[in-house]
């Protein structure tokens, strides 16, 4: 499957246009440049404008992962991949659809785009379907950290090393991973739109284990210097200690503090609910409930993909610049995001939160930032006369779309917090808490940081102190 | 294909390698929706590549390319040679495998009807007119239909010799009706919630499943639900239906049973099992009735889960899980097999595409069908809840304990069924519920349900999985916990 033709072009676009990047030109650890991933995204308009598209769209996304993963305090998988694909969304009489390869030869694109031809032609004609936007402006945004991109499988290894040392110093078990990786995005379509996109990301994730207890402890960030694994070992270790001789407690309404990986876990799941095609389709918990005082006053959420802490590109699925959105203010609902089909059926203006076209969800705010407090935990330690210290949440599911009830386990350091001290580990909870309930019974909010969980992506959260926070049942550890 | 493995391997060994495997894997996949009368999506998406495992210094290194040439697929095998040498700066042991033949050998999964074929127009009027039927109901708010369809090709090759092609067909579809009134939201879908039913199979599923006819009832029930009586909540009789039943098999048996997971290797993200090593024979898992398998073979039905070959190499094989109610198996792999007194890998190793590593996965799954009709259980029932169609699932890191809510509920009183009860719920601990297992239907009502979308591994891994189950009770179940309010 090399780049070389294989049959005559029956309409054949020049050849300098079809210049596709070479691989010898491609080594590993280096993404294409952004002239490289132009030349393909122009090839293909051409390509598509040859066989007769009226409109076409193309994605190039390129990733170059690794990922050193370890457990009974030795690497056990440890893996490297890159991938490119070339995704074509062609538009022919009112129908669109969309084709995705990973070759980038003329035959793979040019397959691609009779495919995505084929698609569309089988369909009813689209009356809502918008042309494709044309040049559109963006904000800068750098998110691109050398020595991310720098990183080998040896610095890996040896950092997975120490945090390993430190759990067999003390008689513990570390399990984890340490990833690193770059990636880019470039979305181009025939009325000259044209954006690119480029980033790092690296995350190392612990866990210690000291049977019959765990504790856990994970960080996420563009650049590998913003963390430090050693440091994480050592506080997943030490509260991985103080969670041994776990006792049971009965199940009830508790006054709770949740560390920044437990909120952003459990408010995760109200991202959609923000997307105006969601409120369009009546699964939001949201309908019926905008302008009103949903949450409590101290809750204000905003989605800003400017946000320093925050990763991913300036624009959405079509091209569109991201713009930030005041989602939550003082406990109300204010606004929601959109993409230029919902906003053009509710008269808006389009936000910059499309997902690629077509697809049946529209949009979603992807970089959602909780407004933050002041209290430090040790702050709402102090102030709890009873209550628990929640490390992480874990397995969340929505039990109850409309009141957004969602159910799940706390996981990996449970506390019992007395007289503003905290004291013994608490065996694993179940519960079946409203999101929305959550979020008017906070007390106290810390200052907002970038925290990553399991269950949701990256955001800019606060921890909090939350009170009748519902836990239903009790598990044997 | 085979000159660039033989090519890939080679190189692994010249680079120090003592033992290669590497898949090239050519994926195809279409997807249909709709939503209220109208298409959503409407894509197909191809790709192929290479990932190669090595063994050297006595650890793992796995790495993948799109560069399907000679140089690439050079680069690719040196750097995961050059990986493993850098797992082993961490390293506690040297890899140990258990013994496998060598195999060449080319399998396709069995198929009627080519679903990329079939002309899309036929495709999209079919998911249309069951949108279009749902959208009759007065009272629906929301409507979406799919259809989903993968051709995998894989081309396995290892250092022992092996060299296997396998291509499977998969296909999938499903409808669901969502009705917002008040404060709720009710939803009902078929053949099962989550994008439907997913089998080993072509076209022959699509049009098996008469989505259809089913259209106008699962429309109607999720209005239906608005008017019906809450759950309530007690501990007592619980009948599941089978899909059901085969996401409870999953997540309290499937996960468990996983050697990876029991050995700590899912520590940090899946989880770790209560299924120690000292459990083995010996744990009363269930009642004497419940009978349970790892099957990975055709004969076993055309399930997400069966194969030929796992992406080890290895036959496809069924393994006894739970032998009249006793725990008797795990899910192994060459690696972790002699851990638990194995000579051979039960062949379980599974990787969602060529860009990610194989790791220990659930094949088919299934519950042994019983002796009971359904209507004979409900006949048999006093008092109790059948539950069917899943809307949430959750269990602990240690899979003990769990929660599930399903889309409808209904009272079963004096051996009959009466009202309709919404958000039905249950709860408990794994092997107090499968002890508590007093019937199980026969095979006339026994499915083999498609799991599409299990997730597990770092990076994450898509797996579909099967699970065979026909509906079955359970007697002082803990029911209704999920919507209580103290």
């Known amino acids: ?477 | 294909m085979w000159d660039l493995s033989a090519h890939a391997l080679d190189t692994a060994r010249l680079r120090g390698a003592k033992y290669a495997d590497m898949r090239v894997m050519h994926l195809r996949q279409r997807d249909l929706t709709t939503k209220n009368g109208q298409v959503g999506t409407l894509a197909q998406s191809e790709s192929i590549g290479l990932g190669i495992r090595v063994l050297a210094s006595g650890a793992w290194g796995f790495a993948s390319t799109d560069r399907m040439t000679r140089e690439g697929v050079s680069a690719c095998a040196a750097q995961a040679v050059a990986i493993a040498k850098a797992s082993a700066i961490a390293k506690r042991k040297d890899v140990v495998m258990a013994p496998e033949e060598a195999y060449i050998d080319s399998w396709q999964s069995p198929f009627r009807k080519d679903p990329f074929e079939i002309p899309l127009e036929t495709q999209l009027a079919l998911l249309l007119a069951a949108d279009a039927e749902m959208r009759r109901v007065k009272g629906v708010t929301l409507t979406e239909t799919d259809l989903q369809f993968r051709k995998i090709d894989s081309w396995f090759a290892s250092s022992i010799g092996s060299r296997i092609h396998q291509r499977k067909m998969i296909s999938g579809c499903g409808i669901a009706a969502t009705a917002f009134q008040g404060e709720e939201i009710q939803k009902r879908s078929y053949p099962n919630s989550f994008g439907g039913q997913h089998a080993l199979q072509g076209y022959e599923l699509v049009e098996s499943l008469e989505l259809l006819k089913h259209a106008p009832r699962v429309a109607e029930e999720a209005v239906a639900l608005h008017s019906a009586a809450q759950c309530p909540q007690k501990t007592g009789t619980l009948i599941l239906g089978g899909s059901q039943l085969g996401l409870q098999i999953h997540e309290s048996v499937g996960h468990p049973i996983e050697l990876d997971r029991v050995l700590g290797e899912e520590a940090n993200f899946a989880g770790t099992s209560f299924l120690t090593l000292d459990k083995l024979n010996k744990l009363r898992y269930g009642s004497d009735i419940v009978n349970v398998v790892a099957d990975a073979r055709l004969e076993h039905g055309p399930g997400l889960g069966s194969f030929a070959y796992d992406d080890e190499g290895v036959p496809a094989q069924c393994t006894d899980i739970i032998k009249a109610g006793e725990f008797r198996g795990y899910l192994s792999n060459r690696e972790t097999a002699h851990l638990v007194g194995l000579k051979r890998s039960s062949g379980t190793m599974r990787t969602e595409s060529w860009n990610r590593l194989p790791i220990i996965r659930m094949t088919n799954i299934s519950l042994l069908p019983g002796t009971w009709r359904s209507e004979d259980l409900i006949a048999d029932t006093d008092d109790g809840i059948l539950m069917e169609t899943n809307r949430s699932w959750s269990i602990d890191d240690r899979r003990y304990q769990f929660q599930f809510s399903t889309e409808i509920g209904w009272e079963i009183k004096d051996g009959k069924k009466a009202r309709m009860l919404k958000n039905p719920s249950y709860s408990g601990i794994t092997t107090e519920f499968w002890n508590s297992c007093d019937a199980i239907c026969g095979a006339d009502e026994w499915v083999l349900w498609g799991t599409p979308n299990c997730g597990k591994g770092q990076p994450m891994q898509t797996m579909g999985t099967g699970h065979g189950a026909s509906p079955s009770r359970f007697r002082n179940i803990n029911i209704g916990a999920a919507f209580s309010k103290s």
């Open chain 1, 1 to 477: 499957m090399s780049a070389a033709r294989k049959r005559v072009l029956p309409r054949k676009p020049p050849a300098r246009m079809l210049a596709l990047p070479k691989e010898a030109r491609h080594t590993r650890a280096e993404l294409f440049h952004e002239r490289e991933l132009r030349r393909i995204i122009d090839g293909a308009l051409l390509l598509a404008k040859s066989t007769g598209a009226d409109e076409t769209e193309v994605h190039v996304d390129e990733v170059d992962d690794s990922l050193t993963r370890f457990a009974n305090n030795a690497i056990h998988q440890n893996v490297a991949e890159h991938g490119l694909t070339v995704s074509v969304r062609t538009v022919v009489d009112g129908r669109t659809a969309r084709a995705t390869t990973n070759r980038i030869d003329e035959d793979s694109l040019r397959g691609a785009i009779d495919a995505s031809l084929s698609l569309a032609h089988s369909q009813p004609k689209d009356p809502h379907l918008l042309p494709v936007p044309g040049k559109q402006r963006y904000r800068k945004v750098d998110r691109f950290a050398r020595p991310t991109a720098a990183l080998t499988p040896d610095d890996r290894a040896r950092a997975v090393r120490r945090a390993c040392d430190i759990a067999i110093k003390r008689g513990q078990v570390a399990a984890g991973i340490f990833a690193s990786g770059q990636s880019q995005t470039a979305i181009g379509n025939s009325r000259g739109l044209f954006a690119a996109y480029r980033e790092t990301h690296a995350e190392f994730s612990v866990t210690m284990q000291e049977q019959p207890a765990a504790s856990w402890a994970k960080a996420n960030s563009a650049n590998v210097r913003d963390f430090d694994p050693q440091k994480l070992a050592e506080r997943a270790s030490e509260k991985a200690h103080r969670a041994t001789n776990a006792q049971e407690l009965p199940p009830g309404r508790y006054t709770v503090i949740l560390e920044p990986s437990a909120v952003l876990d459990i408010v995760g799941f109200l991202f959609y609910d923000f997307a105006a095609t969601a409120l369009a389709d009546k699964r939001s918990c949201l309908n019926d409930r905008i302008g009103k005082q949903v949450f409590g006053k101290n809750i204000t959420v905003v989605d800003d993909a400017y946000h320093p802490l925050q990763l991913g590109a300036p624009f959405d699925g079509e091209g569109m610049p991201r713009e930030r959105v005041l989602l939550v203010d003082g406990g109300v609902p204010k606004n929601l995001v959109y993409s230029r089909a919902s906003a053009k059926a509710a008269k808006k203006k389009p936000t910059g939160h499309g997902f690629a076209l077509p697809n049946e969800y529209g949009e979603a705010p992807m970089n959602l930032v909780f407004g933050g407090g002041k209290a430090s935990l040790e702050e709402m330690i102090a102030s709890t006369e009873r209550g628990l210290l929640v490390t992480r949440l874990w397995y969340i599911r929505e039990v109850d779309p409309y009141e957004k009830v969602m159910t799940g386990m706390t996981r990996d350091g449970l506390f019992l917090v007395e007289k503003g001290k905290v004291g013994a580990a608490v065996r694993n909870f179940r519960f079946n808490q409203s999101v929305l309930e959550m979020l008017r019974n906070v007390e106290l909010l810390g200052p907002a940081v970038r925290a990553t969980g399991e269950e949701a992506f990256e955001m800019v959260v606060p921890a909090m102190k939350v009170r009748d926070f519902h836990f239903s049942e009790v598990t044997k550890f």
